[in-house]
């Protein structure tokens, strides 16, 4: 039953000394059908049958069978990884391709640490890595956030003499970045003979990683300058991301029209990230004619879109754009439902929301999270039912986090409520969140009632635990720059020139009626003194660096980093009226639009 064949050498023309390779084999063994039936498996069990074939035939030493049997299994998407390990075991002398392999499959799976040990193996045989090698180590690494071991193969890399490939010069970008050492991932960019467009997007991406939204426009506007007409995708998405978090529309818009000179059809993924940076750069109707454009909407679309118009306080149409998307098919998932919730609460929707509360446990069969636990309770404690707002956390089959106690503490401020406020106070300190913004909270509760002994401890227990307040400050865009500005600065160039223009704004504000509102400063000092202090907010500061930079009746638009004090949301308002501007606030949580001395929340935030 059993012969002899010989097999073609090109196959094996790395056994040792490239002699002919004969191995008996049952007749039935034809490699060519061989590698045929290999590539047909579909299911471990098929391939478990060609795997014993090869058992049963006895060729089972032979590097090239074996081989393909290993990336068959690890790279494959019915493949199994602990098979194939089980394979790659009982090859000899594994060549690097097996390790590549191996190391490739093992990062697919999300086996980091396999993977790196693999490399070590790999090393400790003194089989020679390549640049296949690299990419994936690589990527472990900055998966496993090691940045140190990624320095050592990053030697290992010159070692090799493979510094100057582009794809592994990508790859330790990425690493770098991802691991937030953006230094070293600029070394690496900056030492590149030739980038390719994924090195320029690695090199963005890594200052995505690090939140420097700026350096990321910057490199794009090198990018294009060099020349680098054609842009990914996936760039364009970290730098929208970018004008997100900067607030600055100006800029979004030119990529979008990057985008629509160099992609003939954006793809959803793109459209929603366009959607997010206009809804959250201030410019919702832009956003929403994105979105009615869009031939294709997945549930990411509606969910972007439904929180997009919630921080903008137009609830009812998110609840249409919801209803729109289960007329669609698309079963709303726990994420979608924080946007109507939150929707609801940014609204005042209260009965909605309750219902929609009912419609998500009991229709959809979603068990509330804690966020959606937080958006109900700030959406009750809006409202001012507060007593209903304490229950519902007390009817909580979770573990009520801080965010929660915290939204449940400023309605209390709200509604002037001590005696709960107390409640969500003291549960605050217990979580041990020490941040700084709850005890103050607290004492400004306090202050309101007069009860300025109580308002003393809380400063001494701050002072105790050393809390410093987060310092507070405001962007702005003019001229397709962004500036920012912190309360009380005056390091800023041109200072006095602000500082002036706050003069004159103050002045004129007081004329028509504005009264500085001084209970908002904490600080034991005089009232002139408190008024100096609510004076140079940054929200101000950047406020009178808008009027002086933009022409007359352009609106302003300003992104800050902690909720609005409500003298400076008073003297928005009054702003927006006398130098006839629209101002778009934006903080961590939502939107004001300031038009003709009054605000899209009414006065409810
Ligand atoms: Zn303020
Ligand atoms: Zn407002």
């Not at 008996?24 to 034809?30: A, I, Q």
């Not at 793109?270 to 832009?286: A, N, Q, W």
């Not at 400076?568 to 130098?579: D, E, P, Q, R, V």
């Amino acid at each position: 039953m059993t012969g002899t064949i010989v097999l073609s050498q090109t196959h094996f023309s790395s056994l040792p000394n490239n002699q002919p390779y004969s191995i008996e084999l049952c007749n039935s063994f034809n490699e060519k059908r061989w590698l045929c039936l290999l590539k047909r498996c579909n299911s471990m069990e098929e391939f478990k049958q060609v795997h014993a074939h090869v058992l049963k035939c006895g060729i089972f030493f032979d590097t090239f069978c074996m081989s393909n049997l290993v990336a068959t299994c690890a790279l494959t998407k019915w493949g199994s990884m602990d098979y194939a390990c089980s394979i790659f075991t009982q090859i000899d002398e594994p060549s690097s391709f097996d390790y590549n392999t191996m190391i490739r499959g093992n990062v697919n799976d999300m086996k980091l640490e396999e993977a790196l040990l693999l490399y070590v193996d790999m090393i400790e045989r003194g089989v020679e890595p390549d640049k296949f090698t690299y990419p994936f180590v690589l990527k472990a690494c900055s998966l496993l956030g090691v940045v140190d071991e990624g320095i050592q193969v990053h030697g290992h890399v010159f070692k090799m003499g493979l510094e100057g490939d582009v794809i592994v010069q990508n790859s330790l970008i990425n690493m770098y970045g991802k691991c937030g050492e953006i230094k070293n991932a600029c070394d690496v960019f900056n030492g590149m003979d030739e980038k390719s467009v994924a090195s320029w997007s690695a090199i963005i991406g890594a200052h995505a990683c690090v939140e420097m939204w700026n350096e990321c426009l910057m490199l794009l506007g090198k990018m294009s300058s060099e020349g680098r007409c054609r842009v990914e995708e996936s760039t364009l998405v970290n730098v929208l991301s970018a004008c997100t978090h900067l607030g600055s529309p100006d800029l979004g818009k030119c990529i979008h029209g990057i985008l629509l000179r160099n992609i003939s059809e954006l793809n959803v993924v793109v459209k929603t990230s366009l959607i997010d940076m206009y809804v959250k750069s201030g410019c919702l109707e832009k956003g929403l004619r994105v979105f009615k454009n869009m031939s294709e909407k997945n549930r990411y679309s509606y969910t972007v879109m439904i929180s997009g118009l919630a921080i903008h306080g137009r609830g009812k149409e998110a609840l249409k754009v919801f209803s729109e998307m289960i007329e669609e098919g698309l079963a709303p998932d726990d994420v979608v439902y924080v946007g109507v919730f939150s929707a609801c609460s940014h609204a005042g929707l209260v009965e909605e929301g309750l219902q929609c509360f009912k419609s998500m446990q009991f229709e959809h069969k979603i068990e509330p999270t804690v966020q959606h636990y937080g958006c109900m309770v700030d959406l009750l404690g809006r409202f001012g039912m507060l007593k209903e707002a304490y229950e519902l956390i007390k009817s909580m089959s979770i573990k009520p986090n801080d965010v929660i106690w915290r939204s449940l503490l400023s309605a209390c401020k709200v509604h002037h409520n001590l005696e709960i406020g107390k409640i969500a106070a003291e549960n605050l300190f217990m979580l041990n969140q020490n941040n700084s913004g709850d005890y103050l909270v607290l004492a400004n509760m306090y202050a309101k009632a007069q009860k300025w002994d109580d308002v003393a401890k809380i400063r001494t227990k701050l002072a105790e635990r050393n809390l410093v307040q987060t310092p507070g400050f405001s962007l702005i865009e003019a001229k397709r720059k962004v500036y920012k500005f912190v309360s009380q600065d005056k390091s800023i160039p041109q200072w006095n020139i602000i500082y002036e223009m706050i003069h004159q704004m103050e002045w004129q504000l007081k004329f028509e009626g504005y009264i500085p509102d001084t209970s908002q400063v904490l600080l034991d000092v005089d009232d002139e003194e408190k008024k100096e202090r609510l004076k140079f907010h940054s929200q101000k500061l950047a406020i009178a660096f808008g009027l002086i930079h933009t022409s007359e009746g352009s609106p302003l638009r300003i992104t800050r980093n902690l909720r609005m004090c409500s003298d400076c949301h008073t003297y928005t308002k009054y702003i927006s009226m006398i130098y006839e501007r629209e101002i778009t606030v934006r903080d961590r949580l939502r939107f004001h639009h300031f038009k003709n001395g009054s605000c899209s929340c009414k006065d409810y935030w």
